[in-house]
């Protein structure tokens, strides 16, 4: 999860494509070329010997054309400007397309908390919120976790939130633990948004998915969701990986139980039943589905060409790089992009900013059934957005969808 995303640039890229394939208006483009606003904070923070140190942080807003900016934070000693612009852009994007009525957001603090005792992190995340604090709000700009940020860091952030406005607002930030407002069924919301999509993919594309053979790299939040939730539905998991290394067993592996080893274990490696794989060996093996879930570029011009699964599902964000694009196009590989593929989670993030706002709460089964309709009613978008064009593939198709609701927006809001 360390690995910067791909650069600002290449998304642009992306959008442009997008844009020339719809003649879309040079004023929206001119608009979303560069985020609205990056704030860079200096935050203080006392460390346990009493020294004092001072940790730089940002948060990136891109775009808030379709509602209140909505992103995560992330904390790592890598994050920087470009990253979190990148990613800020790429939210934009997401919620466009899967039709939220929110912006695209990022923000990043540079430390490593795996350096940092408790007391540190919280006095570093409370710091964090009240530096930023004066761009963010319910209706303004919605944080949520991201690598190395979790539930806890939410509470953290929604209680230092409501001592500086002095009323607890709990919808400033989504991702909190489900005592505070959190969502139900958060948690596999991202695996759940891929199995729907691929479902989706196959009923529009002829393909049976029963015994289906899938490999899966990541078997973290995303990874093991995804997994669970496709062995469930028929599919044959063939191999997975994490960090550590891999597994792989040609009659298919029971992802619970794989997930019960990880957690006693560390690692999926050693699973008894399968025989060891490396990460690349997964990445070319021969397999229906490959779903990257762990890390940005992955499929680089030094493998796509070894690629032997039909189709990717981008758990990750941008783990296709460009180039890998273009040969994996080429040589007939469905490729389902991230920001639609990885758009459950966001939209459970949304579903929770709306209990938040209603002070009511659904059960597991009704954000699942609320889910399922905004992931099919995406994939189905976009679907007719790459059978309409010809030379369109999936991703440019997503960026289409989602460019058509951002002019729309910025059309209907005269900005344009
Ligand atoms: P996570 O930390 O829960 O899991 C990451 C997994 O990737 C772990 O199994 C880890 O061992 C593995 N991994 C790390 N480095 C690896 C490497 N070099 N080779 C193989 N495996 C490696 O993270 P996550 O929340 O599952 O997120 C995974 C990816 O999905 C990230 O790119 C993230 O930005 C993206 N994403 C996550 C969500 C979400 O809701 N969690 C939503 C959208 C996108």
């Known amino acids: 999860m360390s690995q910067p995303y791909r650069h ?18 040079p004023k929206v483009m001119e608009l979303l070329k560069e985020p609205m606003r990056t704030l860079t904070v200096s935050i203080p923070v ?22 209140p900016f909505k992103g995560g934070i992330r904390f790592h000693p890598e994050a920087d400007e470009d990253e979190v612009k990148t990613l800020a852009a790429l939210m934009t994007y997401k919620c466009a397309v899967v039709g939220l009525p929110y912006g695209g957001a990022k923000g990043g603090v540079l430390c490593d908390p795996r350096e940092l005792s408790e007391g540190e992190l919280e006095r570093l995340s409370r710091g964090f919120i009240r530096a930023i604090a004066p761009i963010i709000g319910p209706d303004q700009d919605i944080p949520a976790p991201d690598v190395n940020t979790n539930p806890k860091i939410m509470g953290w952030f929604v209680d230092e939130y409501a001592v500086l406005q002095g009323r607890y607002q709990r919808g400033v930030v989504t991702g ?54 496709l062995y469930d539905l028929g599919c044959k998991i063939i191999a997975v990986a994490d960090i550590f290394g891999g597994v792989y067993c040609r009659d298919g592996i029971d992802p619970y139980r ?14 008894p039943g ?26 680089t011009r030094e493998n796509a060409d070894k690629v032997k699964a039909k189709w990717i599902v981008e758990g990750a964000n941008g783990p296709t790089t460009p180039e890998a694009d273009e ?42 059934r609320r889910l399922e309709r905004v992931m099919v009613e995406a994939f189905r978008a976009v679907k007719d957005a790459y059978t309409e064009r010809d030379g369109v593939d999936l991703r440019v198709a997503a960026y289409i969808v989602a460019l058509e609701r951002l002019a729309a927006a910025m059309k209907a809001r005269g900005w344009v």
């Open 327 to 368: 040969i994996l196009k080429e040589k007939g590989v469905l490729v389902i992009p991230d920001i639609l593929a990885n758009a459950g989670g966001v939209t459970v993030s949304y579903f929770e900013w709306v209990q938040n706002n209603y002070n009511y709460y659904w059960s597991a089964e009704e954000v699942d």
């Open 274 to 299: 399968t025989a060891p794989i490396s990460n690349e060996e997964l990445l070319t093996m021969e397999c229906d589905i490959l779903i990257p879930a762990a890390l940005g570029n992955q499929l």
């Open 46 to 67: 006392t460390m346990d010997d009493g020294s004092i140190r001072v940790f730089r942080g940002f948060r990136c807003q891109h775009n808030n054309v379709l509602g």
């Open 258 to 271: 794989l997930k019960e080893h990880e957690m006693g274990t560390g690692s999926v490696k050693d699973f």
């Open 176 to 229: 909190k633990p489900i005592i505070i407002g959190g969502s139900q069924g958060r948690d596999g919301a991202t695996g759940r948004g891929i199995m729907y999509v691929i479902r989706e993919a196959a009923a529009a594309f002829g393909v049976n998915l029963k015994g289906a053979t899938v490999a899966v790299q990541g078997f973290g939040n995303v990874g093991s969701y995804a997994a669970k939730f």
């Open 8 to 25: 600002y640039e290449v998304v642009s890229q992306l959008v442009e494509k997008a844009a020339h394939a719809i003649s879309l208006d």
